[in-house]
């Protein structure tokens, strides 16, 4: 591990929300020609969560808010200690202003700048790369970092293919500086994409190039559209290199590793990930099956989870390992 920095960062608070809609599989099968046992064989989903509309308390940024106070209780933090807000999504409240300049308001977090980060599903990653990077400069001390989405705003409920896939829901971290020297810190990230394959996952229609029109809506132009076989297959290899870069960066082996998180699309991407790491399916996290994919949200609100249970232990070590849309892609490694 080479020393880059007089500082580094550490994960101090967690905490999560999901709305309280529970839908099913079998709920799903009467909206689109499908079945509980496809989609469980095939994904490893047995229901997910589902903001409801117009519900000011299930908004991205107002789950944000509760899952961000459960963080910085969980770190003995206020909203006034925060210095910067990092938000990771890509179904923000609004398009403009961004998602976290609402959570700001809604914490009172009045010391706290703020910035949106989208890269869909490997957001949280990229946000928590970027909040460590200011916490490594000198910069800031204290980020609250949220990975939350409402896809269900965006799936196109008649789409067999995609709508089984997605949930809702919200996760936050506190990260605060700490010595270099400190064990328990945030060690590496490594961030990636590969452009060529912006079609796979994609909403082709509701940004400047191609605005919302009645045709749009017409065709659900705007919702998520997926190659799912195609990615499927990419994220397989990829989530095994990016873990292994991560652990090889800082001169681990793969039996160091306490639990490995990756990113909650698919049980079987997740499953033949751990087999090509050759790492025991008993020490990776997943929660899939109650939450379905919720994009920026899967890691933080997993990690949530596991440390509220206390599977998580201090002096762990993680590996958390993400890709999404873009396609984007990216590891981080840290000890608890
Ligand atoms: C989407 C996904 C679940 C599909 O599973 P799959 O095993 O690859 O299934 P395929 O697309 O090969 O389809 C197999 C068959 O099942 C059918 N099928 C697809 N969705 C179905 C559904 N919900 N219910 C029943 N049958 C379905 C297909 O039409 C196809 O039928 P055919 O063989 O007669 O053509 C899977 O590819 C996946 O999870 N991909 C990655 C997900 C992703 O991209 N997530 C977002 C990125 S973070």
């Not at 060529?196 to 132009?221: H, M, N, R, W, Y």
Request: hydrophobic share 40%; net charge neutral; with cysteine.
């Amino acid at each position: 591990m080479k020393k880059t920095s007089l500082y580094s960062s550490r994960i101090t608070g967690t905490g999560s929300v999901f709305p309280k809609k529970i839908m099913s599989n079998d709920e799903i099968s009467k909206l689109v020609d499908t079945n509980n046992e496809w989609i469980l064989e095939r994904t490893g989903i047995r229901e997910r969560r589902i903001a409801a509309p117009g519900d000011p308390h299930e908004t991205n940024s107002a789950m944000s808010a509760r899952a961000s106070l459960m963080a910085l209780d969980m770190a003995g933090k206020t909203a006034a200690d925060v210095d910067l807000i990092v938000y990771a999504t890509c179904t923000p409240d609004t398009l403009v202003p961004s998602a976290s300049s609402y959570l700001q308001h809604l914490l009172g977090a009045k010391n706290a700048g703020v910035m949106d980060v989208n890269a869909a599903c490997s957001g949280f990653l990229y946000a928590l790369t970027t909040a460590d990077m200011f916490v490594r400069a000198g910069q800031k001390k204290c980020v609250l970092v949220i990975g939350a989405e409402v896809l269900s705003s965006y799936v196109n409920w008649q789409d067999r293919g995609s709508c089984i896939l997605f949930g809702d829901g919200a996760g936050a971290v506190v990260i605060e500086r700490t010595d270099y020297e400190n064990p328990s810190r945030i060690y590496s990230s490594h961030l990636g994409a590969d452009g060529q394959f912006t079609d796979l996952i994609i909403c082709p229609a509701g940004g400047s190039k191609q605005p919302v029109t009645a045709e749009v809506i017409e065709s659900a132009g705007h919702k998520i559209t997926l190659k799912g076989r195609e990615v499927f297959k990419v994220a397989v290899k990829t989530l095994a290199d990016y873990a292994t870069e991560a652990l090889d960066s800082n001169g681990f082996k793969i039996s160091d590793l306490d639990w490995f998180i990756p990113h909650q699309a698919n049980l079987r991407i997740i499953e033949a990930v751990a087999n090509r790491l050759d790492f025991p399916m008993s020490k990776t996290l997943v929660n899939i099956e109650r939450y379905g994919n919720t994009s920026a949200a899967t890691i933080p609100t997993m990690l949530d989870e596991a440390v509220r249970d206390g599977r998580i232990k201090k002096g762990h070590l993680l590996v958390m390992d993400v890709f999404g849309a873009g396609l984007t892609y990216g590891s981080v490694c840290l000890r608890w």
